[in-house]
């Protein structure tokens, strides 16, 4: 079908291709998901870039005969550690006074787009905020006001270009002729966080399997997106290091703990014949982790560049799911706002580990018949494919 839509999600865990198309409203009418494990990545670098290729065309293929799909445009997500955004204050002065249309807001959308920056490509592009005549007051939209110059902070995303070059080659072998690419942490913005909650400067933290990602947005805009490596992988080769078991019982211990229970000195929550894992063991080796991730969050989130009392969010599947670390984690980044835990609302996605695919999948249905205008209009006009 021409209206499918195609989307590879990629995670430091999974590549995952879905196949489908909207039915009507916020309903998706699923034809194929594929999942593939891999090695992953770190520090922008994958760990075995075979092994990632490999993941991806097996996942691809997969959901495409699985569909019997014949679309030839496929989106794929970029993660935080593969991105980067640049923030701009563009302006446009017409020759008279009048009302603000489309076309103006597209034309100032792109006359900032040119970038030099080396190795990267500008991948998505959305305003942060919008004012007129010079005016301090700012808009979320603009269309239909009366102006003689119209300004706006844009926010552009940019993809390494290694990065795009790889999942060119691996689409265009594959007989894609048109390949897009989405911010899988502005994806998660826009499509987990409702209008009012992106009105003014938030935070979305992303802590994934080996790399997370912490975004600091407002409006439709990023402001800042910095990547960091570590992961809930990483709690889980805790244990096993630490206890000295095999990692599929330390994830099992990962799984199963709950931090907010107090435990007996004695008491196992993993066995097998030759060894007991204890719950207090386990408490204390997440806390040690999560110590850390308190303090790189911290550290993005300074009191210096951003507001203490900014709504932070998190998701993803690191530790969302783990009974207790929300709260072990708020206690230790010992903020002034509770943190909420997002999830999507796409029926089949209802977890924070399907964030990423949920998000990425709505962003693309709606790209595939925009132009920038469109998008915003989409936004403006009540938000998430309500």
């Known amino acids: 079908m021409s209206s499918d839509i195609a989307v ?3 995670t430091s865990r999974l590549i995952t291709s879905i196949v489908g198309y909207k039915r009507a409203q916020s309903v998706f009418a699923i034809k194929a998901i594929k999942e593939c494990r891999h090695q992953g990545y770190a520090d922008g670098k994958w760990y075995d870039e075979q092994d990632t290729v490999d993941a991806v065309k097996r996942s691809i293929k997969a959901a495409m005969k699985e569909s019997g799909s014949r679309s030839r445009r496929l989106f794929i997500s970029v993660p935080g550690e593969f991105a980067t955004t640049v923030l701009k204050d563009v302006s446009v002065s017409f020759d008279r006074k ?3 249309v489309d076309d103006d807001i597209d034309y100032l959308m792109k006359k900032g787009g040119s970038f030099y920056e080396a190795g990267y490509t500008v991948i998505n592009t959305s305003a942060v905020c919008f004012s007129v005549e010079g005016s301090d007051r700012l808009y979320g939209d603009i269309r239909g006001l009366e102006a003689r110059q119209i300004s706006a902070r844009i926010s552009y995303i940019l ?4 990065y795009i070059q790889l999942f060119d080659a691996i689409a265009t072998e594959l007989g894609f002729r048109d390949i897009r690419y989405i911010s899988t942490e502005w994806a998660e913005c826009v499509n987990l966080l409702e209008n009012e909650q992106r ?3 938030y935070a979305l ?8 990602a912490v975004c600091v947005g ?7 997106l910095k990547s960091f490596s570590m992961g809930g992988g990483h709690i889980a080769g805790d244990i096993c290091e630490q206890l000295d078991i095999p990692f599929d019982m330390a994830e099992s211990a990962k799984r199963l703990v709950d931090l907010n229970l107090d435990y007996a000195d004695d008491e196992a929550i993993v066995a097998d014949a030759k060894t007991e894992v204890l719950g207090l063991d386990v408490q204390r080796i997440v806390y040690e982790r999560l110590v850390m991730f ?3 969050i911290n550290s993005i989130l300074s009191p210096d560049k951003y507001p203490t009392y900014m709504n932070i969010y998190l998701t993803g599947e690191g530790i969302s799911s783990m009974r207790g670390a929300k709260k072990m984690l708020v206690d230790i980044m010992d903020r002034p706002n509770p943190v909420e835990i997002l999830t999507p609302r796409l029926p089949g996605f209802v977890k924070p580990e399907d964030s990423t695919r949920a998000s990425v999948l709505l962003m693309a249905e ?3 018949k925009t132009s920038i205008v469109s998008f915003f209009k989409r936004l403006f006009s009540g938000g998430k494919n309500k």
């Not at 993809?159 to 290694?162: L, R, T």
């Not at 407002?218 to 800042?224: F, M």
Request: negative net charge.
């Open 199 to 201: 009105e003014g400067t």
């Open 366 to 368: 709606t790209l595939s």
């Open 205 to 212: 933290v992303d802590i994934g399997y080996l790399s997370s």
């Open 294 to 296: 308190a303090d790189t």
């Open 218 to 224: 407002k409006g439709e805009g990023l402001l800042d």
């Open 98 to 100: 009048r009302r603000v």
């Open 159 to 162: 993809a390494e270009n290694s």
């Open 8 to 10: 590879v999600d990629v």
